[in-house]
Nanobody, 116 residues
Framework: QVQLVESGGGLVQAGGSLRLSCSGS????????MYWYRQTPGKEREREFL??????????TYAPSVRGRFTISRDNLAKMVYLQMNSLQPEDTAIYYC???????WGQGTQVTVSS
């Protein structure tokens, strides 16, 4: 059974930081590119790509909107992927999801709310 469980969201003031976590199981973790996406209020049919990390963790890619503020990382022994988010702004308010390249599956996401 495929599982992707995101955690670590919450309410933070503008300029603050959060670290999101995602645990994955039920698929070939060692072969997976892992991604972080977000879905903003009013855009329920769109998920914005934020970051990608390759299977070994040596390759990362970021969307321009988060490059320099967000950092993706992974722990392959623990089957976890992380998103360190710094300098958060109100426009970062969204539900954040992780995703594997190996399965067409979305978890429940974790809500991030940034107050001004």
């Amino acid at each position: 059974q495929v599982q992707l469980v995101e955690s670590g969201g919450g309410l933070v003031q503008a300029g603050g930081s959060l670290r999101l976590s995602c645990s994955g199981s039920g698929f070939s973790w060692e072969d997976s590119n892992m991604y972080w996406y977000r879905q903003t209020p009013g855009k329920e049919r769109e998920r914005e790509f934020l970051a990608l990390i390759g299977p070994s963790g040596t390759i990362t890619t970021y969307a321009p909107s988060v490059r320099g503020r967000f950092t993706i990382s992974r722990d392959n022994l623990a089957k976890m992927v992380y998103l360190q988010m710094n300098s958060l702004q109100p426009e970062d308010t969204a539900i954040y999801y992780c995703k594997s390249s190996e399965v067409d599956f979305w978890g429940q996401g974790t809500q991030v709310t940034v107050s001004s």
